[in-house]
Structures are given as structure tokens and as C-alpha cells.
């Protein structure tokens, strides 16, 4: 069985957490190959971006990272405290060690800041969250990136999107690169999710 590590900061936003719980949980009920999620943080309450407060599975430090096949990474707020822990070394730590073993890392709206403060994303295409006047942008440009206006851009193993209205795209194709295509076109359709239009996946986002 696949496995997935979801990293936590504090100040996660919850949807694009639940995105991972839910479309793993469901590939592990109804699915053709189950996946199993184990979300991890580094504190044992962690406070996201709405209130909602939550105890990650396991810490960071009691975790073994090779026993993973990929990494998933939802993003948050700042007024939340996202970055403090998002862009901390022990969470950079995490990511550079699934790069080095080119395994699979899936992140959602800003949390693609973090692959680039780990520098993963120099001259690698990627995409963020950037309607905040292009802040987000600017600061994923200066990590290397090479940003692409597309809600969710594949380069190597890095998937990137642009909010959490992306969270389950980037849930399901994370699933079909573990699994296989069918696999997450059942668990698209045991979970009534729309499949988009091309346009979707082509529109600029701002």
C-alpha cells in the first residue's frame, strides 16, 4: 500500500487539508488500491486558519520520512501563523528529503512558498495563490520559480495550484500518479466531483 505524509503547519487552512483526508479516505473504502494518509505536525494542537483546532496523528519527530512514497502540503494564512511553521527549517527539512528521493510532492494555494524556500522550484514551473496583489507571485519568483498562470501546474514530481478551490485536483491527481488513472476517475465518481472543463485547467487565474 501507497503512503502519503501530510505535513501540517500551524494555521492550515481546512479545506485544503480535508481535500487529502477525504479523496485517500475514499480511495481506502471504494477505491481500486487504497492509500493511506498520515497527517503529521510539529506540535501536538495545531490551530488552523478558522478556528477549527485539531491533533495531528503523529509529530514530526517521531515520524520516519522513508517510510512515505509522497508528500502532501495544504496551505494557509498568514494573520493564522502559517508561515512561522511553513517556513520553518524542520518543515523544509521534510520537503528537500522527499525531493532528494524524487518522490511525489503535492501542495495547495501558498504552500508551494514552502517547495521554494526548500529550493526546490529554481527553474522548475510552479504556481501560488496570487490575487493579493501579486505578492505571493513575486515571492515564488524569487525562489527560482518559473510561474505559470494555471490553477494546478505538474513539473517533475512538484504539483503546485492556485487556491484551495484546487485542493481536491490536486488530491486527485496526486492519487492517479500514485495509483493509476482509473482508480481516480472511480473515486472522482464515487465522490460526485465534477470533472473540469479544459478551460479550467487553462484559464489564467487573476
Given at each position: 500500500?501507497?503512503?502519503?505524509?501530510?505535513?501540517?503547519?500551524?494555521?492550515?487552512?481546512?479545506?485544503?487539508?480535508?481535500?487529502?483526508?477525504?479523496?485517500?479516505?475514499?480511495?481506502?473504502?471504494?477505491?481500486?488500491?487504497?492509500?493511506?494518509?498520515?497527517?503529521?505536525?510539529?506540535?501536538?494542537?495545531?490551530?488552523?486558519?478558522?478556528?477549527?483546532?485539531?491533533?495531528?496523528?503523529?509529530?514530526?519527530?517521531?515520524?520516519?520520512?522513508?517510510?512515505?512514497?509522497?508528500?502532501?502540503?495544504?496551505?494557509?494564512?498568514?494573520?493564522?501563523?502559517?508561515?512561522?511553521?511553513?517556513?520553518?527549517?524542520?518543515?523544509?527539512?521534510?520537503i528537500r528529503s522527499f525531493h532528494s528521493q524524487s518522490k511525489l510532492i503535492a501542495s495547495v494555494c501558498v504552500s508551494s512558498l514552502a517547495l521554494g524556500a526548500a529550493g526546490i522550484l529554481k527553474?522548475?514551473?510552479?504556481?501560488i495563490y496570487h490575487q493579493a496583489h501579486g505578492r505571493r507571485k513575486q515571492q515564488l519568483q524569487e525562489s527560482g520559480a518559473i510561474f505559470i498562470d494555471r490553477p494546478l501546474v505538474i513539473d517533475?514530481?512538484?504539483?503546485?495550484?492556485?487556491?484551495?478551490?484546487?485542493?481536491?485536483?490536486?488530491?486527485?491527481?496526486?492519487?492517479?500518479?500514485?495509483?493509476?488513472?482509473?482508480?481516480?476517475?472511480?473515486?472522482?465518481?464515487?465522490?460526485?466531483?465534477?470533472?473540469?472543463?479544459?478551460?479550467?485547467?487553462?484559464?489564467?487565474?487573476?
Amino acid at each position: 500500500m501507497k503512503r502519503v505524509l501530510m505535513l501540517l503547519a500551524n494555521g492550515v487552512e481546512p479545506l485544503e487539508m480535508a481535500a487529502f483526508s477525504d479523496v485517500f479516505g475514499w480511495a481506502s473504502l471504494l477505491g481500486n488500491e487504497p492509500v493511506e494518509l498520515v497527517d503529521v505536525g510539529l506540535r501536538a494542537d495545531i490551530h488552523t486558519t478558522f478556528g477549527l483546532n485539531l491533533r495531528p496523528k503523529v509529530l514530526l519527530n517521531n515520524i520516519d520520512l522513508a517510510a512515505f512514497d509522497a508528500l502532501a502540503v495544504p496551505g494557509g494564512f498568514e494573520p493564522a501563523g502559517f508561515y512561522q511553521e511553513a517556513l520553518s527549517e524542520p518543515f523544509l527539512d521534510v520537503i528537500r528529503s522527499f525531493h532528494s528521493q524524487s518522490k511525489l510532492i503535492a501542495s495547495v494555494c501558498v504552500s508551494s512558498l514552502a517547495l521554494g524556500a526548500a529550493g526546490i522550484l529554481k527553474n522548475r514551473r510552479a504556481t501560488i495563490y496570487h490575487q493579493a496583489h501579486g505578492r505571493r507571485k513575486q515571492q515564488l519568483q524569487e525562489s527560482g520559480a518559473i510561474f505559470i498562470d494555471r490553477p494546478l501546474v505538474i513539473d517533475g514530481n512538484c504539483i503546485t495550484s492556485t487556491g484551495p478551490g484546487t485542493a481536491l485536483e490536486v488530491a486527485l491527481t496526486l492519487l492517479e500518479k500514485l495509483t493509476d488513472e482509473d482508480n481516480a476517475q472511480l473515486v472522482r465518481e464515487k465522490m460526485r466531483i465534477p470533472t473540469p472543463s479544459a478551460q479550467w485547467y487553462q484559464g489564467a487565474q487573476v
